[in-house]
């Protein structure tokens, strides 16, 4: 199984941009699935995810960035706007997926995707 995201870049404060993670398996397949980020120095953190339908964000996101899933695309999409000099990191996609009866979950990685946010 693979997660493979796009759309980073460089953007300046107060900007857009929209990641996007597509996946190998079908994404409704996926207990969860969602985005971190991990800035310099830093501990990766969550940033959004989506968990049967039900949606979860980070409070220091949360009204700026919106989480979304494109089943005809089979992707995974995070609208992010008002764009923060904070906000600069490595964003990564990732998922869990049930691989037995007994629930238990594997956690699958993409390889990450640079946000830079210029001030």
């Known amino acids: 199984v693979q997660l493979v995201e796009s759309g980073g870049g460089l953007v300046q404060a107060g900007g857009s941009l929209t990641l996007s993670c597509g996946a190998s398996?079908?994404?409704?397949?996926?207990?969860?699935i969602g985005w971190y980020r991990q800035a310099p120095g830093k501990q990766r953190e969550l940033v959004a995810t989506?968990?049967?339908?039900?949606?979860n964000y980070a409070d220091s996101i949360k009204g700026r960035f919106t989480i979304s899933r494109d089943i005809f695309k089979n992707t995974v999409l995070l609208q992010m706007n008002s764009l923060k000099s904070e906000d600069t990191a490595i964003y990564y996609c990732t998922a869990k997926l049930q691989v037995n009866v007994e629930g238990a979950l594997v956690d699958i990685w993409g390889q990450g995707t640079q946000v830079t946010v210029s001030s």
């Open positions: 989506i968990q049967r339908g039900s949606t």
């Open positions: 398996e079908n994404i409704l397949d996926f207990n969860t």
